[in-house]
């Protein structure tokens, strides 16, 4: 996304040996996690354990995802803004990659501004994928 000719040269690269197979990218370090797909490539960006980069971080006119996240139509969802970590289930027998985001703990300031209560492991985001 931040190099995008990279990408493409990637791109390129994993589409000659795709072949009728699943090409599963994971990825990290952004401060966010989302999930991705195009053109038969998926992406799933699992990162932070530690801190997220809040929607204010660089704008505190900054209040909503379609506002403040950037623009990659490849992105399937809003990012997720909580401290979390990405898990990769496989069931050969059925045919399916089960990729989730996952809490890592229960930050208070979150749960107080949200009204929610979720624990360490709650499932964030999750979708799964075919194993042709």
């Not at 195009?38 to 209040?63: K, R």
């Not at 399937?76 to 045919?95: I, M, Q, S, T």
């Not at 300031?109 to 985001?125: D, F, I, K, N, P």
Request: charged share 25%; glycine share 8%; proline share 2%.
């Amino acid at each position: 996304r931040h190099i995008p000719s990279e990408f493409d040269r990637l791109h390129q690269l994993l589409k000659r040996e795709q072949d009728n197979s699943l090409v599963l990218l994971l990825s990290g370090d952004r401060h966010v996690g989302g999930f991705y797909g195009y053109d038969g490539l998926f992406e799933i960006t699992a990162s932070s354990w530690t801190h997220t980069i809040a929607l204010d971080a660089f704008d505190e006119n900054c209040h909503t995802a379609q506002d403040c996240d950037e623009v990659d139509d490849r992105r399937w969802n809003d990012f997720v803004r909580v401290n979390h970590y990405g898990v990769l289930e496989l069931d050969w027998e059925a045919g399916v990659v089960q990729g989730s985001l996952r809490r890592v703990d229960m930050s208070p300031q979150y749960r107080y501004r949200s009204g929610l209560r979720q624990e360490a492991g709650h499932v964030l985001q999750e979708y799964s994928y075919a194993i042709p």
